[in-house]
């Protein structure tokens, strides 16, 4: 496999190389990075190319001589308790009193172990459509057209495959042309039944399918359909169905999968999907899924000097829009890419908070895409009733935490405890909600959304909380994920930066949320109750872990650093302190090397480095993330798979947060607004001599265009979508320039205020340099 990865690296460079060269000659009609070409079909169903839109997906790769889809639903779930999980028992008071009395291998039996071995719940595979090709000889090329959203694949026999997956509707599309035999799909299902042993395995690797105790599903086949169903546990049934039609050459067809409880009306069934689809025919789908994806990309672009960042952001802003969608379910760790390889997927394919799903987010709000980014909060919203009733079992404690590691429906699934059931869960997803506003300035989502749940997480902080000997208030446990990985030492009986850099973030954010909706009293309490909480523990390396434990060997989590990035609580613009805090936390980690590193911590470290400003940092992370951790079709797999030693971890679990976490790295070395200053190209390399975007989003609810040729900025456009002050950091330096509306200059700051809708452009003047 390693051998076949370094020949996949080899083309992709040689393929970037000459786009590079040919970039002016070919950007007014395909931007070269909008296209990615492979040489052959891939053999692993991880190195798919892949197609989706948040609520299916599909992966086209060629298993034992047949092109073979995967297909799969977000919504295919187990949905069975964890039955270890009885709190009326075992509960976070009972958790604390066995640490306490050095008894934690008791907590370990309860709450670890079950995860690790029982089957369920989990994410479940949907099914594969396979078309024998053993006898059509080599494939020319496959091609993945970002612009489009489908994948083209030929063979040197001439025939040609054309896929895609339905932007918005529930069903994908594939047409064989120039075939001189005909060729009929047939469903294959997932391993649920079968001959063999199913053992034990692990929830990295992936159990066996047969673990779940599924009945075989059934089979039917018709003159131009087939469809395959199957029941799950406790009535959940799916379907999966395709249809087609054959003239002249040409095979066309169209796939669906339906959900749902049995004899539950849960709209049209997949069999009805691909009839009413067929009868349109796949041209008139196709038509209505471009322009889905031609707004997509209209929402924002960049155009970056190094072809291997920029090829690797197209790809991951790519994968966002076929894995987030509003009336989606939130991004999983492989969304609607489930394993297809006879196990369940690589940590049950669950939603994991304590950095997963946030990472996953993190590029919709510079990316200018909330829309996408509303179907995680919708989510949260939808099944904080099950949060809370949660938070008063385990906690018992009013107000709102969340679990750490979710169903499909938000129940908890254990784990490591630490962070599955952590106590600052809500505080990080409440992030989310503080960076909706802020991006959008929807003061309906700020009174009815944003502050109500950062709100209750106060509440809740509040009272699991207790007083120390020196007056301050401490969780009765705090840690930091996953340092320590599950081990007792995990646990520190004093508060780890961790926790209560979120801890005061939403304090913070609580009083400032309360001012705005003009709850004078409720920001006077919640100003009050952030002075009760410590100072964060710092030494001569900056962050450290917690009081007297400072990071002591290189860590993939780099959970301790919460206050600096993304919670922006310590940034250099509060002064020396602050900076020299960052400096010396970026300055340990560094030293520390990335040994235990998994391809995610590259990926936040390179936000972390645009945030100091350092932008030859910044895009060196971004590199090794870009080189090192990601397999041909930029799936990122945690582990290094360059054979470098850029970490020990050599494993290829597949999970999505590096790469939307990669994303954001690149839009902070781009813009920054998180000040409330606007600044604009803040950390690049110093040869990044010509670079630019549109439409990248600030907080504040500004989007902005820039571009810098030869290294000067030459012009800045800005429109406000809701209006208000708009201050930017001069990008001009001494350069002479004009502006299209008055403006004042406080320093280094431009200040304007513009209305609703209103846009100032800001231009370079080439002859008065």
Known sequence: MMKNFNYYCLVLLGTMVSAACSLQETKKSAPYYMERSFPDLALTWDEGIPLGNAMLGALVWEKEGKLRLSLDRADLWDLRGMENLDFDNYDFKWV??????????????????????????SKIPGAALEFDIATWGEVEFVKLDLQKASCTVKWQNG????????????????????????????????????????????????????????????????????????????????????RWKEAGGQLEGSWSISSGKKNQNTGNTATQVTESALAKGMDSYEETHQAWWDTY????????????????????MYKLGAAARQGAPPISLQSVWTADNGKLPPWKGDFHHDLNTQLSYWPTYTGNHLALEQGFIDWLNQHKPTFKKYTRAYFGADGLNVPGVTTLEGDPMGGWIQYAFGPTVSAWLGHHFYLH?????DREFLEKEAYPWIREVALFLEEISTIDEAGNRKLPLSSSPEIHNNEARAWYDQMSNYDLALIR??????????????????????AGALKEWPDYATDETGLMVAPGQPLEESHRHLSQVMA????SLIDSSHGENDRKIIENTLAHLDNLGSSNWTGYSFAWLGNLKARAGDGEGAAQAL??????????NSFHVNGDQSGTGKSNFTYRPFTLEGNFAFAAGIQEMLIQSHTGLVRLFPAIPADWQDVSFTNLRTQGALLVAASRSNGNVNRVEITAEKGGKLRIENPFGTDVFTADKTY??????????????????????????
């Open 96 to 121: 604390t009193n066995r640490w306490k009395a050095k008894e934690y291998g008791e907590v370990q039996r309860q709450f670890d172990l079950p995860y690790d071995t029982l089957a369920g719940p």
């Open 623 to 632: 590199r090794d993330f870009a080189s090192s951790f990601v397999l041909p």
């Open 437 to 441: 506003w802020r991006y959008s300035m």
């Open 297 to 316: 990309w209209k929402a924002s672009s960049v155009d970056l000097p190094d072809s291997l960042l920029q090829h690797q952001y197209y790809m991951d």
């Open 505 to 526: 973030w939403t304090y913070t954010t609580a009083a400032e949320l309360a001012r705005e909706l003009g709850y004078t009293a409720e920001a006077e309490e919640w």
């Open 159 to 242: 025939v040609v495959l054309h896929t895609f997956v339905h932007a918005t509707e529930p069903m994908g599309w594939y047409r064989f042309e120039n075939l001189e035999t005909p060729i009929l799909p047939t469903i294959v299902p997932p391993p649920y039944v079968g001959e063999g042993t199913a053992g034990l395995d692990n929830p990295v690797s992936g159990q066996d399918l047969r673990r779940l105790g599924y009945p075989a599903g059934e089979l039917a086949r018709g003159e131009n359909n087939m469809t395959y169903e199957q029941e799950g546990w406790n009535n959940f049934r799916f379907q999966v169905s395709t």
């Open 564 to 567: 600096i990035h993304p919670l």
């Open 744 to 769: 004042e200059t406080e320093g280094m700051q431009l200040m304007l205020d513009l209305a609703e809708g209103e846009k100032v452009v800001f231009t370079r003047k080439e002859e008065e340099r």
